[in-house]
């Protein structure tokens, strides 16, 4: 059986009424039979039957013991770093998400928990930036927003050589075209904000731990510390879940060809897109990938701020906005939005240059997208808003 098929049926029916869609128990508490003898359920922090049936969907696509989910990605990371205690350290992905940078620097450090941000598509570095104090290698494959690819199962056995837990954060893979855990990984996350709701319509968090041990400990402390996600939004990420797997094969289609387009217009320097030849990780993205994403980044060869604020706000079907993943192609600008929060030397030593712009392919006909890009090139040099952006 497909993947695709078992992911549709493993999604329960109501018991009690055969309901097709699985009800929304809006309720913050439920009656006990006796004091400590419950139906499973006695508040809707510590456990709610929409969020449950979602929690147990994610943990089937993710191939792994435990799912849980969180009121954001944010709050998902958030209870992983809580597993780390104070003198701890964190090997990371260098090109970061801008969130879990300022989470990790700016919040955690004062607790002693110290990061370190190395290149982790050379598996050798991560090996050498390792010490008896690092806990966890924190992954993002693809990266935001250059689209690095990192060889999950070489460094998975690096992490294993060191005793160290290796979370992988799969938002723009999505378990359609990647499974970290069977890679070698402990903890996926993701922004279940992004592909998995897939409609730009919530705010939502997914970790899922391959061994159960972990996985009662983030448990723990989802109960603990509060951080749940609510029975409608739950609800929400079920509906979106339905169709994954169709969404992401059709984003990941216009996003070949537009990341082929923009390869070779005369104003664009780099594109970055694991599903291109031309991509320094191709490779590895073949290896343990079924499919590449429907995220496109690129810079112009006119490489400055200005540059790209003009492409940006000039676009007419790619709307300016934060985030990712849904029906409607969206553009950003990483230096100015989503990774604001990294210091500007840090973030250009990465590859987020001041010129690079994000696109986030929807679900538009694809011949559409290309020819709005295509405009936006021409628009803005007719209209002299920016010079020299094309050569």
Known sequence: MSNATQLIHSI?????????????????????????????????????????????LVARLENGSTGLAFASGLAAIDAVIKLLKTGDEIIAVDDIYGGAFRLFNNVYEQFGITVRYVDTTRPELVAAAITPKTKIIWLESPTNPTLKISDIQAIAKIAKQHNCLLCVDNTFATPVFQQPLDLGADIVVHSATKYLGGHSDLIAGIVVAKDSETGARLKYFQNACGNILGPFDSWLVIRGIETLHLRVRQHARSAQQVAEFLQTHPAVDQVFYPGLSTHPNHTVARKQSRGFGGIVSFTLKNDTEAAAIAFVTHTRLFKLAESLGGIKSLVSHPANMTHKSIPAEKRRSAGVKDSLIRLSIGLEETEDLVADLSDTFQRITQTNTIQQVTV
């Open 12 to 56: 329960p029916t109501d018991p009690l009424t055969g309901a097709v869609s699985v009800p929304i128990y809006q309720t913050s508490t439920f009656v006990q039979e006796a004091p400590g003898v419950n139906r499973g359920y006695d508040y809707a922090r510590s456990g709610n039957p929409t969020r449950s049936a979602l929690e147990e």
